[in-house]
T-cell receptor
């Protein structure tokens, strides 16, 4: 694909359920990033991957959040026991290399927790 | 903690005017700077990046960088209603990913 893809585009779930969000980066991009954006707010950085490794997980809001990346490509962000405050748009971005390279964003997954 | 500051706006300009968006950053060592545009309900898209002091022009957009004063600005000439969006400034954090400002909301009035 030409760009970053994310699935699902929309997810409605009930409080307490687990959800899994998927990101497929641009082919060849080694770095991958997850952000969260609540309505009308700025980007909240969650976690990044350099290859399959996530050196710093301190941006994850709580231990209910986890992420993994396999094969240096697809990444999944998992939220366990979802809460209403988890409702937001979850954005994934990728870049050719880490740090100062341009990040290209996917369309996002809108998560609504009822 | 590296910081990127932007006026949240909204910044309202009439159609055809020049819109000026500003961003200041805390890390003197920052080498590259990015401007993203985000339409309501959409994801951010890159408009421009700039590495060197001075101006960089791309169509109606001009990025201006002043490393000594630690600010970067984005000028939009001949503003159009379709330019109405939130503009995000981003600065690399060295060993951390891009640090994004909270964005300035621009409204171009026809």
């Amino acid at each position: 694909g030409a760009g970053v893809s994310q699935s699902p585009s929309n997810k409605v779930t009930e409080k307490g359920k687990d959800v899994e969000l998927r990101c497929d980066p641009i082919s060849g991009h080694t770095a991958l990033y997850w952000y969260r954006q609540s309505l009308g707010q700025g980007l909240e950085f969650l976690i990044y991957f350099q290859g399959n490794s996530a050196p710093d997980k301190s941006g994850l809001p709580s231990d209910r959040f986890s992420a993994e990346r396999t094969g240096g490509s697809v990444s999944t962000l998992t939220i366990q026991r979802t809460q209403q405050e988890d409702s937001a748009v979850y954005l994934c971005a990728s870049s050719l290399r880490f740090s100062s390279d341009t990040q290209y964003f996917g369309p996002g997954t809108r998560l609504t927790v009822l | 903690q590296k910081e990127v500051e932007q006026n949240s706006g909204p910044l309202s300009v009439p159609e055809g005017a020049i819109a000026s968006l500003n961003c200041t950053y805390s890390d003197r060592g920052s080498q590259s700077f990015f401007w993203y545009r985000q339409y309501s309900g959409k994801s951010p898209e890159l408009i421009m990046f700039i590495y060197s002091n001075g101006d960089k022009e791309d169509g109606r957009f001009t990025a201006q960088l002043n490393k000594a004063s630690q600010y970067v600005s984005l000028l939009i000439r001949d503003s159009q209603p379709s330019d109405s969006a939130t503009y995000l400034c981003a600065v690399p954090g060295g060993n951390t990913p891009l640090v994004f400002g909270k964005g300035t909301r621009l409204s171009v009035i026809a």
